[in-house]
């Protein structure tokens, strides 16, 4: 019923609208006493603790460069922040960097090493479903943490189709989640679509909660209120559909 109500739609950005299979295209190096090989090597002891995309993509790379294999201990990943370990006895972390909102950077302690820098691309059904939902009435939202600049290329391809797509750029977890809450006070219904670890809270707080998971079971689609096994943006039109028709019969037996 939330759901063939819903007024606002908003989506995450990396793996909702992108692929969600970020593509290592660079090792930036800051630091010349690590090496490549030694910096893959840390980052795949820490990273394949993560289900994030970046992490998948650090860990693959690592593997086909054939680094040695090392072992980490005290590994923490925060939502918002990244994560963190031990390797060979010192502290290690994998988090934004300060230098490209489309990069990971390598820390020790405090000291950025390196810059693992990503490249994503959009979905190629995504300006044909946004046009479909634009045409059901729904106000359509992005909410991400990546900077206005990235998403600039998101928002161009949506006008180009003749829509609008309300963009806030550049949000923590929790800045999410109260931008949700804000719209709700507003006696909007709002539906929010995500795919990772970072959206948990978000998809708690929306009236539905829809996520995108190809993996075992996250804090995400723990919270969400639909799970999708795949990636097909197609998936959330079935499920608009099906409610509304489902509604429509429900109300017709009355």
Same mark, same amino acid.
């Given at each position: 019923?939330?759901?063939t109500n819903t007024t606002d739609l908003i989506f995450d950005k ?48 690592a593997r086909v460069k054939g680094v040695p294999i090392m072992t ?88 180009? @189709? !003749? $829509?609008?797509?309300? +963009?806030? %750029?550049?949000? =923590? ?6 931008? *949700? ?48 096994? @795949? !990636? $097909?943006?197609?998936? +959330?039109? %079935?499920?608009? =559909? ?6 429509? *019969? ?5």
């Amino acid at each position: 019923e939330k759901l063939t109500n819903t007024t606002d739609l908003i989506f995450d950005k990396t793996g909702t609208i992108t692929l969600g299979r970020p593509i290592l295209s660079k090792l930036e190096i800051f630091d010349n006493s690590f090496s490549a090989e030694k910096i893959y090597s840390i980052a795949q002891a820490i990273e394949r603790n993560s289900l994030h995309p970046f992490a998948k993509a650090i860990v693959e790379e690592a593997r086909v460069k054939g680094v040695p294999i090392m072992t980490s201990s005290e590994v923490k990943e925060k939502v918002g922040f990244g994560i963190e370990g031990i390797v060979d006895g010192e502290n290690y972390s994998l988090r934004k960097s300060v230098n490209d909102f489309n990069s990971i950077g390598f820390y020790k302690g405090e000291k950025i090493i390196a810059d693992f820098i990503f490249q994503d691309k959009v979905k190629e059904a995504f300006p044909t479903v946004a046009s479909t939902l634009k045409n059901l009435d729904l106000n359509l939202h992005i909410f991400t943490g990546d900077k206005k600049e990235n998403v600039e290329e998101i928002k161009k391809v949506i006008e180009n @189709t !003749g $829509n609008i797509i309300s +963009v806030q %750029s550049e949000m =923590s977890p929790e800045e999410k989640e109260k931008g *949700i809450e804000k719209m709700k006070a507003e006696g909007k219904v709002v539906s929010m679509i995500g795919d990772g670890i970072n959206d948990a809270p978000a998809l708690a707080a929306a009236d539905v909660g829809m996520v995108f998971s190809n993996e075992e079971q996250t804090a995400s689609s723990v919270a969400a209120d639909i799970v999708f096994l @795949t !990636g $097909n943006l197609d998936a +959330v039109l %079935s499920s608009i =559909s099906i409610s509304r028709r489902t509604i429509k *019969i429900a109300l017709q037996s009355i």
